[in-house]
């Protein structure tokens, strides 16, 4: 079994920063894409970062120089530093795990989410 469980999050006021985290636990194989993904009331759930295992990152262009994700495999765990947030960063953000359970078996698990709320 397959557990995804984030942490961080929080209140903070338009301009400051948060780090959430994520780690990955259970029986498998290897980890493939790791990634943060948002919803925010009356909204579809969107791509906020994703990191593969070799690296390459990808970022939405709304958060492009403010968000960085980052990754330890040894550890099976995903990062998102948040910098500069905006008011409209306010959503639930969740942690998504691309995974091989076995070499031939692949899986995607979201974690419960955490609340992300910026003021004005």
């Known amino acids: 079994q397959v557990h995804v469980v984030e942490s961080g999050g929080g209140l903070v006021q338009a301009g400051g920063s948060l780090r959430l985290a994520c780690t990955a636990s259970?029986?498998?194989?290897?980890?493939?894409?790791m990634a943060w993904y948002r919803q925010a009331p009356g909204k579809q759930r969107e791509l906020v970062a994703s990191l593969n295992r070799g690296g390459t990152t990808n970022y939405a262009d709304s958060v492009k120089g403010r968000f960085t994700i980052s990754r330890d495999n040894a550890k099976n765990t995903v990062a998102l530093q948040m910098n500069s947030l905006k008011p409209e960063d306010t959503a639930v953000y969740y942690c998504?795990?691309?995974?091989?359970?076995?070499?031939?078996?692949?899986?995607?698990?979201w974690g419960q989410g955490t609340q992300v709320t910026v003021s004005s």
């Open positions: 998504h795990a691309n995974i091989n359970t076995t070499p031939s078996r692949n899986y995607v698990y």
């Open positions: 259970g029986s498998f194989s290897n980890i493939n894409v």
